[in-house]
């Protein structure tokens, strides 16, 4: 492969106005697509949920025993460590006599009970996974993870989690069960909403040998949808930016997720070579999994950098880093999602897995990029080994290709679900010799009409 210079070179000026409204309509795609990635609906993974489904798998003298088991059929956002929280009321005086494959975090007050005493009497119990290591007999399939649940696309085989429960002073046919209300999910914090449960038709299993069919004697559904909005109000992600032909280092937008503040939040940070550091990372909040992060002007525990890294004739490379500023947290399993018009000629990716994302069938432009087992799927706590790096090889379409209006620069990216934050458009490195956002005076009006119509458009 050769270098190619010619992309300096003078371009014809009918192009040029041409894509600097292309660059004036990007900036208002970005404006649009951070409002909308305020809302619950995920339009990367538009049928991301966490199903929960319970089967009742038999009746007792007085209630049922039924194995409850959560689906993650998120694409790409996933519960690791704390793992899970499952909240729920019963509707009416149900006790829980005994669970296996997991366990609730308080008893409640079973005084009414003589002789044999429930696992829990609480009218809202909480529910928490039991830990790697647990005793066979205290085990069922798909339980004892600690809570962690796996994207669908990473690993679809450690997206699920179940337990079993047994419950007492219940209805005894599926005349007088009665569902349980209220559901609500936390991982461990707030970000999912639960809709109400749904008697469905009752799930069907097949031995494995598959010669005989069983069912469950009746089944509800609890699907449970995430919003960033609602997980929490600063971002915990931003991207910095740089390239080959500018010398410019674009770093992640000042107070992205927070200022350093010594006078009203001393010790909000620390920095890499204090002396305190250690003392620091076993102080207060050490298990409350309160991120300790690295001093930086954007105070994020986690950074994404693009360097658009080289030219070729037919090629362009990038490179990624992902780095992690949080002295309290390894990210195991980690992903990112990241939207370029050139994933479509995407021709080699390094020491990264890959998967396209096509939430609108026709448009193959978002990735999803995750760490390769026991090699770099664990991102290390802050520090020396705190970072993971991909290179990838994209081949150009030369009708869309350009180094112009910062069209090498990813259009979005997410880490472990969340929104990363980009810099300011107007910011991006220009190539030498070019302006940002020349425009002709009557252009700007017509492009936020019709930004302001494609936003529009996308909520309905
Ligand atoms: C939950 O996700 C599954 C798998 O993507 C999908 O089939 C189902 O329709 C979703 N449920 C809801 C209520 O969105
Ligand atoms: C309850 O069981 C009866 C038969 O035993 C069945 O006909 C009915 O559909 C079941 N109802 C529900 C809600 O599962
Ligand atoms: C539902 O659960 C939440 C949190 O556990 C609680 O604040 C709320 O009052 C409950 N609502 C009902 C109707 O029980
Ligand atoms: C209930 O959930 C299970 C497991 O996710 C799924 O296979 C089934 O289709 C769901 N039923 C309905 C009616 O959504
Ligand atoms: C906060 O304190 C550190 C060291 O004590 C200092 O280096 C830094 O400049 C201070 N930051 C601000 C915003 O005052
Ligand atoms: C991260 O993993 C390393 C190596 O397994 C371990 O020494 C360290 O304590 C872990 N850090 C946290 C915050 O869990
Ligand atoms: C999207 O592009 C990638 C890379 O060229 C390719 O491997 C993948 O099959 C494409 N997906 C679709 C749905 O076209
Ligand atoms: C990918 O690149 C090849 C070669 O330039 C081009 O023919 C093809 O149209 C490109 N694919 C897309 C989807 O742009
Ligand atoms: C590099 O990009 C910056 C904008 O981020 C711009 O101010 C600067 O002039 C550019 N450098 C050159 C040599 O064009």
Not at 35 to 62: C, E, F, H, R
Request: proline share 7%; aromatic share 12%.
């Amino acid at each position: 492969m050769e270098m190619d210079q010619s992309f300096s070179s003078s371009t014809p000026s009918r192009s040029i106005r041409k894509l600097s409204s292309l660059g004036v309509f990007a900036v208002f795609f970005l404006l649009c697509s951070t409002l909308t990635s305020v809302d619950a609906y995920d339009s990367l993974d538009p049928n991301g949920n966490i199903t929960i489904k319970w089967d009742i798998m038999q009746w007792t003298p007085d209630g049922y025993v039924a194995v409850v088991t959560m689906f993650n059929f998120q694409q790409y956002r996933h519960i690791q460590t704390p793992g899970w929280t499952l909240g729920w009321t019963w509707a009416k005086k149900e006790v829980i006599w005994s669970m296996v494959g997991a366990q609730t975090t308080e008893q409640g007050d079973c005084s009414k009970y003589k002789g044999n005493i429930p696992h829990c009497c609480k009218k809202d119990p909480t529910v928490v996974d039991l830990l790697p290591g647990t005793p066979y007999n205290m085990q069922i399939a798909n339980c004892c993870k600690g809570g962690v649940m796996n994207s669908w696309v990473q690993d679809p085989a450690n997206a699920a989690s179940s337990f079993q429960v047994s419950v007492g002073a219940a209805g005894t046919t599926n005349k007088t069960v009665r569902v349980p209300k209220n559901f609500t999910l936390k991982a461990p914090g707030p970000g999912y909403t639960c809709g109400v449960a749904k008697i469905v038709k009752p799930t069907r299993f097949v031995t494995q040998d598959g010669r005989r069919t069983t069912q469950a004697l009746m089944t509800w559904n609890v699907t449970c949808t995430y919003s960033q909005f609602l997980a929490q109000k600063t971002p915990t992600c931003c991207v910095s930016l740089s390239s080959f032909y500018n010398d410019t280092i674009v770093n992640c937008p000042t107070c992205t997720c927070g200022c350093q503040n010594n006078i009203t939040q001393p010790g909000s940070c620390v920095e890499g070579d204090s002396p305190y550091l250690a003392s620091a990372i076993n102080g207060p909040g050490k298990n409350s999994f309160a991120p300790l992060v690295q001093c930086t002007s954007h105070m994020c525990p986690i950074r994404v950098h693009w360097h658009v890294k080289l030219n070729y004739k037919d090629y362009w490379r990038v490179k990624i880093t992902i780095t992690n500023f949080n002295y309290r947290m390894n990210y195991t399993q980690w992903n990112l999602v990241v939207q370029h018009p050139n994933f479509d000629n995407l021709t080699q990716i390094f020491s990264f897995n890959y998967k396209s994302l096509t939430p609108y069938q026709a448009i193959n432009d978002t990735a999803m990029l995750w760490g390769v087992k026991y090699y770099n799927d664990l991102l290390m706590e802050a520090g020396p080994y705190g970072n993971v790096q991909s290179e990838l090889l994209f081949q150009k379409d030369l009708s869309t290709f350009t180094f112009q209006k910062g069209w090498a620069f990813p259009r979005r990216v997410y880490f472990n679900g969340d929104n990363c934050v980009m810099p300011p458009p107007d910011a991006y490195p220009w190539l030498p010799n070019s302006s940002p956002l020349s425009m002709t005076p009557l252009l700007l009006p017509t492009m936020v009409f019709w930004a302001i119509l494609a936003c529009l458009l996308a909520y309905v």
